[in-house]
């Protein structure tokens, strides 16, 4: 086929409004963007001028899958600010709960998302009948990850007694106890993840990219930590916008980001990519099984990535939990500020990739906010994906071509209403 | 038959419809007394003949009026679901601000290639049966409100304050701890999960009829908040009820 129109208005199976156009005429690939027609959303201007403890608390509300994440990067950001140093128990437990927060994402996308195409079928809804075990190993391993979420800041969505400093509540030595055996027995969950995940036929496409995450010392990092590239070169926090050099395009209410190359990928297989070494190592030897080794340039294979950080975040929170019992859990109060105007970023590793949050706070009241988000340094990267992959597909009938491209958006899971809310494959 | 269900969204962040998944899983027998139809996040199959709408998300801009006009036109019922389409929640935050301003902010000189107006809650837009409030909805809240559309009945929320929750959760008061809280006025139904766990409620499930906000807002100067803190607490969920009972329009 040499004349093809895409248009896939509103992508299905993933969070937010997003449509695909494709347009290739006599064999030449006129269009192929990935339009984010999502409403602008506007956090940053809403944060102006409110005190610093409703940042985390507001920002949380960009997106209902990483709230954690949100909260945990706007902390980290308003105490770079502030001169506030976190006690070992809070940099614990936020650990704990982030966690709790890539399990449960990353379950939701595999299971939920991305298995049922792999599966030949529309939802996950069907399974039910047809796979019951595997529905009921994904609901039992969402379940816990929420559970563990809200044991630690009492609610999965939406954070509630994370603070600046520190908790305002803290799980018992008894939550946690049952919350480490539940972790071990989802062990066998795991492995059985690993086993589906392998099963699977990934489709064989690559191209080489630059992958970003962040990077700290021995620790497959999750928060704070420095900007590493696998194209060489590594960056303070500080510096976030020598990498992320945003741009506003015409096709998409979230903004573009490009750094060594035309575009850089964010997320599990660009983590996986940079800190492999660094994973516990029943997921180093996950990822043998699933034949990854770095660097994996294949982005269908992000759902596999995630499959590697779900054992590697089951074993970690065990061994997190078996810190915090062996310290004892202390009432504290947060850590206080040591000054009230500043500056900051703080970071972490959300589930789909790398979060920056920016804050310039004047006596207590944030007078300046910029937050990066994962989807939108992601989507570039995308595009040129798309642009690499529809040549080479121009044999097959529109249904699967249609169906190849949704799928390769779907792996990187994106986040519609976090970068500012996208996806929709439209053949114009 | 099965009533059909469909899930929509607008501006939001889907954390309530990510609850109502949860509860799903968690309720599955509610499956079997329903038949979702359509639900974007979920699934990809897509029907048109639902006779109940869930909509989470407020209205941000005017081509989604005729979207949110034709989910009312075709259901029996419809829902207001989370704080967002109940309230405009925390996306009306910026109707108290200059638009131009707050779109130059954040795009610059490319600031009209995107379309966006003052956010509205649903029931600016159509008349909406029945809401459950919260951010995100509370889960219990959503099984029970099922249940209820099931039986032709309009799930009831409770229209006396958050207090009362929060006293039969034997929470100490948060005024008491020598912080602040809004539970005087805001609705109750979610038992108190914050001050439970230590933080005052911000308001999330709105406000209760008639609130005194003369006292509510002594309350917090008396205990040491500036009048900038008190109204940046009084505008995180609660920026389109107050501008409403203060008789003003978005700026
Ligand atoms: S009410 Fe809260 S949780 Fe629900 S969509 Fe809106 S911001 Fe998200
Ligand atoms: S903590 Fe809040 S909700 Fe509870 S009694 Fe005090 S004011 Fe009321
Ligand atoms: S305590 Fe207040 S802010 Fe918290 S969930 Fe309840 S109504 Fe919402």
Redesign the pocket.
């Known amino acids: 086929m040499t004349t093809l129109k895409v248009d896939v208005h509103h992508v299905t199976r993933v969070e937010g409004h997003g449509n695909i156009v494709v347009d290739v005429q006599n064999g030449v690939l006129k269009q192929c963007d990935l339009q984010i027609v999502e409403t602008p959303r506007f956090f940053e201007a809403m944060l102006r001028g409110r005190p610093y403890l409703d940042a985390s608390h507001l920002t949380s509300?960009i997106c209902?899958i990483c709230?954690v994440g949100h909260a945990t990067a706007s902390l980290r950001a308003t105490e770079q600010a502030l001169g506030v140093t976190p006690s070992p128990q809070t940099t614990l437990l936020r650990k704990l709960n982030f966690h709790g927060e890539i399990l449960d994402s990353h379950i939701l996308h595999i299971y939920m998302l991305v298995a049922p195409d792999y599966l030949g079928v529309g939802s996950v809804i069907p399974l039910a009948q047809s796979a019951p075990d595997v529905v009921l190993r994904a609901l039992r391993m969402k379940q816990l990850a929420g559970d563990l979420c809200a044991a630690i800041c009492g609610r999965h969505?939406?954070p509630i007694s994370m603070t600046v400093g520190g908790f305002t509540h803290f799980p018992s030595l008894e939550t946690l106890r049952e919350l480490r055996a539940r972790l071990v027995a989802s062990r066998a969950d795991c492995d059985a993840t690993i086993e589906l995940l392998a099963g699977l036929d990934f489709p064989r496409f690559e191209r080489d990219t630059e992958y970003v995450a962040l990077h700290k010392g021995e620790e497959y990092c999750f928060i704070d930590g420095v900007i590493d590239s696998s194209d060489g070169g590594r960056w303070d926090l500080e510096d976030y916008r020598l990498i992320t050099n945003e741009t506003i395009v015409p096709h998409s209410s979230a903004k573009h980001t490009r750094h060594q190359r035309d575009s850089y990928m964010v997320g599990a297989l660009a983590r996986f990519n940079i800190n492999h070494d660094k994973l516990h190592p029943r997921a180093r030897a996950a990822a043998e099984a699933l034949g990854l080794a770095p660097k994996v340039i294949n982005p269908y294979l992000i759902a596999a990535a995630q499959a590697v950080e779900v054992v590697h975040c089951t074993e970690d929170a065990i061994l997190l939990i078996d810190q915090l019992l062996e310290m004892g859990i202390r009432h504290e109060e947060p850590a206080a500020p040591t000054r009230l105007t500043g500056e900051g970023v703080g970071a972490a590793e959300v589930p789909r990739g790398t979060l920056f949050h920016h804050y310039q706070i004047e006596d207590g009241a944030i007078v300046g906010a910029n937050c990066v988000i994962p989807t939108g340094q992601n989507l570039a990267n995308i595009e040129l994906d798309m642009r690499a992959l529809v040549p080479t597909i121009l044999d097959r009938s529109q249904e699967d071509i249609t169906l190849a491209l949704e799928m390769l958006v779907r792996a990187y899971d994106p986040c519609i209403s976090c970068s500012t809310h996208m996806l929709n494959v439209r053949f114009v | 038959m099965k009533p059909k269900v469909a899930f929509f969204?607008f501006t939001?962040?889907?954390?309530?419809?990510?609850?109502v998944l949860d509860t799903l899983q968690r309720h599955p027998e509610l499956l079997e007394v329903i038949e979702i139809v359509q639900f974007r996040e979920a699934m990809s199959e897509r029907g048109e003949d639902y006779q109940i709408a869930f909509i989470?998300?407020?209205c941000t801009r005017p081509s989604d009026e005729a979207k949110i006009r034709e989910i009312r036109e075709q259901a029996q019922i419809v829902v207001a679901?989370?704080?967002?389409?109940?309230l405009g929640?925390?996306?009306a935050i910026r109707n108290r601000m200059p638009l131009e301003q707050t779109r130059e902010y954040v795009y610059g000189d490319k600031k009209d290639w995107f379309e966006t107006y003052p956010a509205r809650p649903l029931s600016a837009v159509i008349e909406v049966d029945a809401v459950i409030p919260?951010?995100?909805?509370d889960r219990k809240e959503f099984a029970t409100a099922v249940t209820h559309l099931l039986q032709g009945r309009k799930p009831a929320i409770p229209d006396y304050p958050l207090c009362i929750d929060c006293k039969l959760t034997e929470n100490v008061c948060m005024f008491l701890r020598g912080q602040t809280c809004l539970g005087p006025v805001t609705r109750a139904g979610c038992e108190a999960i914050c001050p439970a766990q230590g933080q005052g409620c911000e308001g999330?499930r709105g406000l209760i009829p008639s609130p005194n906000m003369h006292s509510i807002k002594q309350a917090l100067r008396e205990h040491g908040m500036t009048e900038d803190q008190i109204a940046a607490k009084l505008s995180l969920f609660l920026t389109y009820q107050t501008m409403q009972l203060e008789g003003v329009t978005p700026a």
């Open positions: 509300r209902g709230a969505t939406h | 969204e939001s962040c889907e954390g309530c419809q990510l609850t989470e998300g407020s679901l989370g704080a967002c389409a109940h929640g925390i996306n919260g951010c995100p909805i999330c």
